[in-house]
């Protein structure tokens, strides 16, 4: 009897082991599960923070001119701009040069930190090439506007490059338009002003003939106004004689 008094306690102390044991590692996995957990979590929130903290532009760039060469081993600048003050200079918020071979378009991708963009500001995209003295080859003449910021949602934009000498020909042949409007205008004027020259010289002509007209209409009456005066004075005299005889 004593030895199976004996027995059955040595198996509940046991089982009462095993469920200490069972029970120390049931905590243990759900202290490891919330571990996990958290730092799963803290790994989502630091990639959102670092997604907000810096945000991606992407696009394409196209090249107008496909009869003008680019560069060998051309370098495309491609700059964020805040063109918010049009009385200033734009201010560089981010830039990134991406080499290009051909005249196909060409993928770039734009990374800009959230911290340095006003998103209430306009910001813009432009795209030049220059030589290795720094002369401007190719250039977007467009702005290319585009929405910043942290919950900024950017669809890829396309942006457009003309080579410089395209553009000074377009500004060459304004300035020619220009010269030719002006010359037809002052045309315009030298035809007004000739025209008005002549004829206040007509009017003056005129003037004159009238003037010369009247004088002589004066004249005559002048004269004839005398010669009635002479006339009554000799009618006169001739009768003061006859009466003196």
């Given at each position: ?10 198996l509940t102390g046991t089982l009462a082991l095993a ?91 734009l990374d800009y930190p959230t911290a340095q963009v ?7 995209v432009r795209a030049e090439i220059r030589d290795d ?113």
């Amino acid at each position: 009897m004593k030895r199976q008094l004996f027995i059955a306690a040595a198996l509940t102390g046991t089982l009462a082991l095993a469920g200490c044991d069972q029970a120390d590692d049931s905590e243990q996995n759900a202290a490891n599960t919330a571990t996990q957990t958290e730092q799963t979590t803290a790994g989502e929130q630091a990639q959102t923070d670092q997604q907000q903290a810096s945000r991606t532009l992407e696009g394409v760039m196209e090249f107008v001119a496909t009869d003008t060469p680019l560069p060998d081993d051309a370098q495309v600048k491609v700059s964020l701009l805040d063109v918010a003050r049009a009385d200033a200079p734009a201010t560089t918020i981010s830039e990134t040069t991406v080499d290009v071979s051909g005249n196909d378009p060409v993928e770039f991708s734009l990374d800009y930190p959230t911290a340095q963009v006003d998103p209430g500001h306009a910001h813009a995209v432009r795209a030049e090439i220059r030589d290795d003295d720094g002369n401007l080859l190719w250039t977007s003449p467009q702005r290319h506007q585009v929405e910043v910021g942290p919950d900024a949602e950017q669809a890829p934009i396309t942006v457009s490059l003309e080579p410089v000498a395209s553009q000074g020909s377009i500004a060459g042949q304004a300035l020619e338009d220009t010269e030719n409007a002006a010359d037809q205008a002052g045309n315009a004027v030298a035809d007004t002003t000739g025209d008005a020259v002549e004829a206040a010289g007509d009017a003056a002509g005129d003037a004159a003939e009238a003037t010369e007209e009247t004088a002589e209409d004066a004249a005559a009456a002048s004269e004839e106004a005398a010669e009635e005066a002479h006339e009554e004075v000799e009618e006169m005299m001739e009768d003061d004689s006859q009466t003196a005889q």
